[in-house]
């Protein structure tokens, strides 16, 4: 089943969004962590529901941010992956 499927974001999208939103590091003060689980947990206890990931793509018109890493690749998977 297609839906069960983990979203995998294309090789090239993945690349930039790697350079924008390295995963051990916060998208909002930039501190470095050990562990993306690590960033997680910052994200939900020092910025409280921040929602500092935007799409990487130029020239998207959607302009939602996202909370999550996870959520900014659920987009990417949707609007912008062939």
């Known amino acids: 089943n297609k839906k069960l499927r983990k979203q995998e974001v294309s090789p090239h999208l993945q690349q930039k969004l ?11 003060c930039r501190e470095k962590f050990k562990r993306k689980t690590h960033v997680i947990r910052h994200l939900v206890e020092v910025h409280h529901g921040e929602e500092p990931y935007r799409c990487i793509v130029s020239g ?3 302009t ?4 999550t ?3 900014l690749v659920y987009h990417l998977v949707s609007y912008h992956d062939e």
């Open 69 to 71: 890493r996870e959520g």
């Open 60 to 62: 998207c018109k959607r």
């Open 64 to 67: 939602k941010a996202y909370a």
């Open 18 to 28: 790697d350079e924008v939103y390295d995963v051990t590091t916060c998208p909002s």
